[in-house]
């Protein structure tokens, strides 16, 4: 079974720059499509990216254009590179192979790395 270990959380000011890692203990190849999804106090977790195998990546509109999601296979990392954070963008975030097509797989939800933007 894959473990996920998130990571690069941390605090921001509004405007700023963060950039989370996903490592994963065993190999990825397995799994076809990775998200990356954020839980905000007293909100439901939600998707906000993901990537394909092949590299195809899809997007939640509050996030589209300020973050990028990538995928480094050979390091079994998931990488979300996040721009112009906004005090909005404060959640706890993890990673699940999923993907906006498949639900979250609730045996690899990790400890995830919380993220907090000051205004």
């Known amino acids: 079974q894959v473990q996920l270990v998130e990571s690069g959380g941390g605090l921001v000011q509004a405007g700023g720059s963060l950039r989370l890692s996903c490592a994963a203990s065993?190999?990825?190849?397995?799994?076809?499509?990775m998200g990356w999804y954020r839980q905000a106090p007293g909100k439901q977790r939600e998707l906000v990216a993901a990537?394909?195998?092949?590299?195809?990546?899809n997007y939640a509109d509050s996030v589209k254009g300020r973050f990028t999601i990538s995928r480094d296979n050979a390091k079994n990392t998931v990488y979300l590179q996040m721009n112009s954070l906004k005090p909005e963008d404060t959640a706890v975030y993890y990673c699940?192979?999923?993907?906006?097509?498949?639900?979250?797989?609730?045996?690899?939800w990790g400890q995830g790395t919380q993220v907090t933007v000051s205004s």
């Open positions: 699940n192979p999923s993907s906006f097509d498949l639900p979250p797989r609730e045996d690899y």
């Open positions: 065993g190999s990825i190849f397995s799994i076809n499509a």
């Open positions: 990537i394909t195998s092949g590299g195809s990546t």
